[in-house]
């Protein structure tokens, strides 16, 4: 199977409906490659706070809106921060008895009459374990990075050159939250603490966006990108249920399924998106990923091999860190990264192999895992 | 494809949390066929309001803390009250890839410390077009009896012999919202009005509950009941963009492919389960399903068709209107009861011939429809 078409909007703080945003990804995607909409079978929408912050459930009729009379299934998709990973992992099931289908993935974060985000997102959490102890998703996040940089004694300088790395590519992509933004070393150093280790710029932002994927069985043009695998795995939801906080198991079971599916180990990837939703969430995924041993990503950072130009490019687009984290629509931005990288016409921050890519999107502390494999 | 195993809990105000309801009904499914949790490949979780309600979403993730280690996929579909037959739809979808998968829906929708359930409940309409215009579902609803009431002439009094025959049949199913209570017609006329011209008694309750089945590729036991078809459809969300309120158009383009696919007709059926969460949308679901032409329903009701000893039951648990409707469970009731029936195990309430069931779950007001075809 293929991914025929790619759209997104610009992430950042946007003045446009949940809806709205949808459409444009939705639009954008369609035009991009020869499938018509009248040729979509199906439609799966990602979507995770659209009750909470903008008083809207059932999606899936939402969207139907957009369409009318068309009657087609449109089946909406929650599993928190990997919502769209698994729509699209459920959209490449779909194919079992359709030709084409498209994955939808959507977040309206900012300007929420109803909540605030932060206390909105901690419902990926276990509501009576973490949340109301306290553990929002810095808190969380903070646990984790004391416990990494004390089992592996580094330092937090490894998650400043994280956060820098990635705020460098955003600058090379017109679409990202922070795009044309100048962050120095010294900004990133110098900006307040969240959760002790995790600074202001160790988190992903609030962002407002869509992005939007084409799914086809059949081959339909020579900027088609083949889908080798994708895998979706799962664990427990609160931080209290795990033994070990410097790895997350569904990351590393998903991985080992979509590895083994797709034929290929970690040495044949040209690019890799991963999760990094916290500075310390990237390291964990090199290493989850197997890209390098447990407590060693820091080499790799150190090296450049993540890097544009370097060994394995990691997070091209500036990553949920500076390209933004509008929830539901970000495992497919990855893909739109890693479908743009593969084709050739990332402009500016092209990559110069670009055969086999691979996309990391988790939800929560790692309770879900979606992992999608593709080759240009 | 079979279902093996069905459980659920009983509907109604209870005092168990989210997680313990889901628990209970997925241990009552395991627990009644004989596929073992060890041998479950995925999951599928229903659940409609989770985040508004209690504050938790990602329930994927949640249930996996259920089942230590196993890290297989588990995914949510929230398609608003026809979330738990589209849930089903996507586990049997599955089976191109697994062999036995899980499907358990789950609501906890009293007792919530966030928000009213009636608001909640909103979100499954567009925010902007209908809710903030006050149409909340009763009064949503409202328009619709109105319009069907003045296109077939006729009166409040066949709502109230809907609302009768659900109590009536709901006194035999000692796990629904109202069991053993005694419900008059006296008790239906008198009721205070909520939305002209709807009643109390036209309303399903505010329900907690549970509702679990696993589908397995092969058949497992002469228990199994077979599953012939099984489709979805939308349509937009808003009342405003219908052209006729009095017919859904989800329902009858699934129904369309389902019975095409099942081979049958609605001749065939023995019973039937429809999702009348008001008393005017079981006239509506009787038309749109084929069993009598539009308006005629009433005809149906007057005969004594869709009584338990009639030509083809209807609700023979009592339906969401004494069943009850705790909504992310209320698909999966419907499937409950169906195959109760066609296993002949449904005691003081069988039906005599039990061959062939449907099941007809909507989305808010007809924006979704999941529609199932099962043999016994």
């Known amino acids: 199977m293929y991914i025929t078409g790619i ?30 909409i009248t040729d979509i079978d199906a439609i799966y929408v990602s979507n995770f706070l659209g009750g909470p912050l903008n008083g809207q459930l059932h999606l899936n009729s939402a969207i139907a809106s957009l369409l009318p009379d068309m009657n087609i299934p449109i089946i909406r998709i929650e599993t928190a921060c990997a919502s769209s990973s698994v729509a699209l992992n459920q959209a490449i099931q779909s194919l079992s008895q359709f030709s084409n289908v498209m994955v939808v993935g959507v977040e309206k974060m900012t300007d929420s009459k109803y909540m605030n985000p932060t206390d909105a997102i901690a419902m990926a959490a276990d509501n009576i374990l973490d949340y109301q102890n306290g553990l929002i998703f810095p808190a ?18 490894v998650l400043e050159q994280v956060s820098y790395l990635n705020h460098k590519n955003s600058n090379l992509n017109p679409l990202a939250h922070f795009s044309y933004k100048d962050v120095s070393m010294e900004m990133i150093r110098q900006s307040p603490i969240v959760a002790s280790p995790i ?120 990553g949920l860190k500076a390209n933004g984290h509008p929830i539901g629509a970000t495992g497919l931005a990855q893909i739109f990264e890693v479908v743009t990288q593969l084709r050739g016409e990332a402009g500016k921050r092209q990559i110069s192999d670009h055969e086999v890519g691979l996309a990391q999107n988790i939800g929560g502390i790692g309770g879900t895992a979606g992992i999608t494999i593709m080759r240009g």
Chains 1, 2 share one sequence.
Request: charged share 25%.
């Open 199 to 318: 600074n202001l710029f160790d988190c992903s932002p609030i962002s407002d966006g869509a992005a939007a994927a084409i799914i086809s069985k059949d081959r339909c043009s020579d900027r088609d990108i083949e889908i080798l695998s994708s895998h979706v795995s799962t664990d427990s939801i609160s931080i209290s249920q795990r033994k070990d906080l410097t790895s997350f198991n569904a990351t590393k079971t998903a991985v080992k399924k979509a590895y083994a599916e797709a034929g290929i180990n970690p040495d044949d990837l040209d690019i890799v998106e991963v999760h990094d939703c916290f500075t310390i969430s990237e390291l964990i995924a090199l290493e989850d990923l197997g890209l390098c041993e447990p407590g060693r990503s820091c080499d790799m950072i150190e090296n450049g091999d993540i890097s544009i130009d370097g060994r394995i490019p990691v997070n091209t687009d500036g």
């Open 140 to 157: 969380s996040y903070a646990l984790i990075a004391q416990q990494y940089m004390l089992k592996y004694g580094i330092g937090h300088d």
């Open 7 to 36: 759209g997104r909007t610009k992430f950042g703080v946007l003045s446009k409906s949940l809806i709205e945003l949808a459409y444009e990804a939705m639009y954008n995607a369609i035009n991009d490659g020869p499938i018509d």
